[in-house]
């Protein structure tokens, strides 16, 4: 395990970092290369992730306490690879700026009220999230506004990252809420899935491609194909 006290500071020049328990961080990790981490992460303090790759590698339950998804909480490389148990991602939510990978026959767990923030990087989903049913994973990179969530989802209001009219909206797993006025370039709602409006009207610049469920509600703009 390795603890950094509040006040002190751990820094990585060079190689990478093996932790075999908890990573508990009340102080400030400055990461480099890769940190494989098989217990728990648990942010208090300062992580500043820099171009590091965090790896959660373990045998057992993991839990990601990020601790929030401002600059001295978010990742840059995550990747999931703990196939023998659950990694779950705690209501602290998660941001990451460069590449989140799920690699197959993992459990990547989101708990109750967790969003997920890949943040003008890449999601990679070889393995199936797990969802709460009040969760979600967003893929916000340039104009491609990606959506998973559980069986309830986040609403619109609470959506860590916020689609706009120059977002190519797609609706991938679960259930989005609009729960206050909303615009998209385009809005593709992918089969299995559900998009519901309860409030606000609906404005799209361009394709509504509906595959999955739209319940409707007041008015919806619709500037391309239906």
Do not use: C, R
């Given at each position: 395990?390795?603890?950094?006290?509040?006040?002190?500071?751990?820094?990585?020049?060079?190689?990478?970092?093996?932790?075999?328990?908890?990573?508990?961080?009340?102080?400030?990790?400055?990461?480099?290369?890769?940190?494989?981490?098989?217990g728990?992460?648990?942010?208090d303090?300062?992580?500043?992730?820099?171009?590091?790759?965090?790896?959660f590698d373990g045998?057992?339950?993991?839990?990601?306490?990020?601790g929030?998804?401002?600059a001295?909480?978010?990742?840059?490389?995550?990747?999931?690879s703990?196939?023998?148990?659950?990694?779950t991602v705690?209501?602290?939510?998660?941001?990451?700026?460069?590449?989140?990978?799920?690699?197959?026959?993992?459990a990547f767990?989101?708990?109750?009220?967790?969003?997920?923030?890949?943040d003008?990087?890449?999601?990679?989903?070889?393995?199936?999230?797990?969802?709460?049913?009040?969760?979600?994973i967003?893929?916000?990179?340039?104009?491609?506004?990606?959506?998973y969530?559980?069986?309830?989802?986040?609403?619109?209001?609470?959506?860590?990252?916020d689609?706009d009219?120059?977002?190519?909206?797609?609706?991938?797993?679960?259930?989005?809420?609009?729960?206050?006025?909303?615009?998209?370039?385009?809005l593709?709602?992918?089969?299995?899935?559900?998009?519901?409006m309860?409030?606000?009207?609906?404005?799209?610049?361009?394709?509504?491609?509906?595959?999955?469920?739209?319940t409707g509600?007041?008015?919806?703009?619709?500037?391309?194909?239906?």
């Amino acid at each position: 395990s390795l603890t950094i006290d509040s006040g002190t500071v751990y820094t990585m020049t060079a190689g990478n970092l093996d932790v075999g328990g908890i990573m508990n961080i009340d102080g400030t990790l400055t990461g480099a290369n890769t940190i494989y981490v098989a217990g728990d992460w648990d942010n208090d303090g300062t992580f500043t992730s820099g171009t590091s790759s965090v790896v959660f590698d373990g045998t057992t339950a993991q839990v990601i306490y990020a601790g929030g998804t401002g600059a001295a909480q978010d990742f840059y490389n995550v990747q999931i690879s703990n196939t023998a148990a659950a990694v779950t991602v705690s209501s602290e939510n998660m941001k990451v700026t460069g590449t989140l990978t799920v690699d197959t026959g993992t459990a990547f767990t989101l708990g109750a009220n967790a969003q997920v923030w890949v943040d003008g990087g890449t999601l990679t989903l070889t393995g199936t999230p797990v969802y709460a049913a009040v969760s979600a994973i967003i893929n916000h990179n340039g104009t491609t506004y990606d959506y998973y969530g559980g069986a309830t989802g986040i609403a619109k209001s609470a959506l860590l990252s916020d689609f706009d009219l120059t977002d190519n909206v797609a609706i991938k797993a679960g259930v989005l809420t609009q729960d206050e006025a909303a615009a998209a370039l385009s809005l593709t709602i992918d089969s299995g899935t559900v998009y519901t409006m309860t409030a606000g009207n609906l404005d799209v610049g361009g394709i509504m491609n509906i595959d999955g469920t739209l319940t409707g509600a007041n008015t919806i703009y619709v500037a391309g194909d239906w």
